[in-house]
């Protein structure tokens, strides 16, 4: 009932950029906080940055200064521009969003993940 489509994943040579897209669709309510996090092989799934419905802004001190994330609340969608993109930015990329459907359930929504990979 709720599907949140990412795109954007791709292979960018080292200080390269990215912009990740992440469209929610469904019966939704309202969409309070949206967010990236990313997951390494093998490790669990970290915050990389957060956006309130207001606009305020959280991020990992590791993307801090290169990353950007925004929202287009028309069209419930959250962006993340990567710039100045590092190796170990490499991983799959997973974007959430905590709403409210019409039902009235709230609950957080996942995408299903899009890859980036930064390498020469």
């Known amino acids: 009932q709720v599907q949140l489509v990412e795109s954007g994943g791709d292979l960018v040579q080292p200080g390269g950029s990215l912009r990740l897209s992440c469209a929610a669709s469904g019966n939704i309510f309202s969409i309070y906080a949206m967010g990236w996090d990313r997951q390494y092989p093998g490790k669990q799934r970290e915050l990389v940055a957060a956006i309130t419905s207001g606009g305020r802004t959280n991020y990992a001190d590791s993307v801090k200064g290169r990353f950007t994330i925004s929202r287009d609340n028309a069209k419930n969608t959250v962006y993340l521009q990567m710039n100045s993109l590092k190796p170990e930015d490499t991983a799959v990329y997973y974007c959430?969003?905590?709403?409210?459907?019409?039902?009235?359930?709230?609950?957080?929504?996942w995408g299903q993940g899009t890859q980036v990979t930064v390498s020469s």
């Open positions: 959430n969003a905590d709403l409210r459907m019409q039902t009235m359930i709230r609950d957080v929504y």
